[in-house]
């Protein structure tokens, strides 16, 4: 076993990757405003985002769902990896050697299991690029000659050649200290008769990556006539590899898919060469299945969803291409993008059309042309004979639904008006109805059914205070309510927020505060937390430490997510200085005043007459040192702290 890394590589970790940098290669960030950026989150579906990071105190949090951390954390999260795990790939990144507590240097056989298989798939990438220039190869180079690709598109899009033998591969493998159960669960071998023996032999290879950039599988394109399997073979389902959450290309292409608000969706990896080559460099691909709902994630992670995103679906013009075209317009509406098909002329795909045509040809080809919905009802009117009766009211059956599932009540009524004109029918108002019945029924199925989505709930807006009740009780429920309508509770979050993120406007005065000066209770435990921590003022000299430090103490995930969430959340106030943070500071204090007062009142009266003369005396004395420390703080504000 490894033993525990040393801290001050964990701290040297933290420091080097900026956590800005770590999210972009998953999901789109854009300016939150008060140094922060924000997003679609990525561990829970969302219209609008919720998901912010802060930069300067290396933090993210969802005011959606609640989740939160640093850049380790979310690495972990977002890729199911171990602490350990997670440390080790950063520390890869960022060129530092990691120490272990027990074991001096960290020897590769005590790498994670994940760690270890992106490892793997890296070398195997290395050797099948390697073995592309060797003569066994030759066919291989033929076939991308053939398809128009040269030597440098090959090493852009690093395709190799996995050798005819049984196992070259798994022997070189071997070589760089891999174990044969890695090299099993990795997917590059699999078992013979007498022991691992290369999955991939004598195909060319397309190394696929995830959207960090690893390498996690292969597709392996069949090159000889005396090769009995399928045409494509790819990477079984691995720890590492999930067919339906890889997209064939994305490493390339989710810059400019971010930057453009627009992804191109083709059936191949020769497809996705031809466009990038011919300019269109957002094309992607699915691998070995159906574009789907893990696949639209991805995508709207990176298009933001605003209003002018486009995400445009090429298909064969043949029945298969238009059975993969109808079962993506399935999703559709999963999309806030605009989504569109791309048909070439002749049912030529992407890779034959720049061979025939040229690359202007792919790049007129992906322009948008036909919304999805209408490729979609165009192909179930077209089942139907529409010169009778019977056969329009069928047509509207069938497709009156399909349009009734667009959210958009306004794009709804307009493309109803649309179908009354695919159909002949010249009663238009009969369809618009008839769709918006449907869209009606519909919802209210869907409200017997369950809540209404987090959208309409306010759960998933900004991090807006009145909203934060809601959300905390919809996300943990295990967490007290927090009555943001309260003047107090506001202005304890507000101090809170200071404390945690600019501790030099509250210290040394915060430090004296009592946790009991904070009314709700999941307050109460991050200013015990803050204390815990060494109080704000240790903040003063390197912030990110100290809240490390605070997050380290909490004592339990709900209190740590909370810690997070006030990390990163914007203020209210429109000037954040030494003013705003004595305003905060005075009514926390002044609050914590009046309320002690209350209670030493409240003890004497329920005490009546029967209070002893030097108990009085001493309670009739504290209300009055305290209603002049009040009152001094109403006309001195913090300087009567």
Known sequence: MAGRINDEDVKAVRDAVPIDAVVSEYLQLRNAGGGNLKGLCPFHDEKSPSFQVSP??????????????????????????????????????????????????????????????????????????????????????????????????????????????????????????????????????????????????????????????????????????????????????????????????????????????????????????????????????????????????????????????????????????????????????????????AIAPDNMDPCDLRLAKGDEAVRDLVEPRTPLFEFALRQIVGRYDLETPAGRGAALDEAAPVVARIKNSSSQHEVAVQLAGMLGILDTQFVVKRVAQLARWARERGDRRGPAPASSRGGAGAPGGLRHEQVRTTAAPSGPALHLRSPAHRTERELLKLALQKPALVSPAFDAYGVDEFTAPPYAAVRQCVADAGGAETGLPEPRDYLARVLDVAP??????????????????????????????????????????????????????????????????????????????????????
């Open 56 to 341: 300067s105190k290396g933090l993210f949090h969802c005011f959606g769902c609640q989740e939160g951390g640093d850049t380790i954390a979310f690495v972990m999260k977002i890729d199911h990896l171990s602490f350990s795990e997670t440390v080790e790939r950063l520390a890869a990144k960022a060129g530092i050697t990691l120490r272990y507590e027990e074991g001096g240097y960290n020897p590769s056989h005590q790498r994670g299991e994940r760690i270890r298989l992106v490892e793997a798939h890296k070398v195997a990438a290395d050797f099948y690029r390697e073995q592309l220039d060797g003569p066994e190869a030759e066919i291989g180079r033929k076939f991308l000659a053939e398809r128009g690709f040269d030597q440098d598109a090959a090493v852009h899009f690093g395709i190799g050649y996995s050798p005819a033998g049984w196992d070259h591969l798994t022997r070189y493998l071997r070589g760089k200290g891999f174990s044969d159960r890695e090299l099993i669960a990795s997917g590059l071998s699999q078992d013979g008769r007498r022991g691992p023996i290369d999955r991939f032999r004598g195909r060319l290879m397309w190394p696929i990556s995830d959207t960090s950039g690893d390498v996690v599988g292969f597709g392996a394109r069949k090159l000889r006539d005396d090769d009995n399997g399928p045409k494509y073979l790819n990477t079984p389902e691995t720890a590492i590899y999930k067919k339906s959450q890889v997209l064939y290309g994305i490493d390339l292409a989710k810059k400019d898919i971010a930057k453009s608000s627009r992804a191109v969706v083709v059936e191949g990896y020769t497809d996705v060469m031809a466009c990038h080559l011919a300019g269109v460099t957002t094309a992607i691909a699915t691998c070995g299945t159906a574009f789907g709902g893990d696949h639209i994630k991805i995508l709207r992670r990176l298009l933001m969803d605003n209003g002018s995103a486009r995400v445009i679906f090429t298909f064969d013009g043949d029945a298969a291409g238009q059975k993969a075209a109808l079962r993506a317009f399935e999703d559709d509406q999963k999309f806030a993008a605009e989504t569109y098909i």
């Open 556 to 641: 339990d995930d709900t209190v740590r997510n909370l810690v997070t969430e006030l990390a990163v959340e914007v203020f209210h106030g429109k000037t954040i200085d030494e003013t705003y943070a004595g305003v905060q500071l005075v009514q926390v204090r002044l609050r914590a005043v009046d309320r002690r007062i209350g209670e030493v009142q409240g003890s004497l009266a329920r005490l009546g007459s029967h209070v002893p003369p030097e108990q009085l005396a001493a309670a009739q004395n504290e209300v009055w040192v305290l209603q002049q420390y009040a009152e001094s703080l109403r006309n001195h504000g913090a300087d009567a702290l």
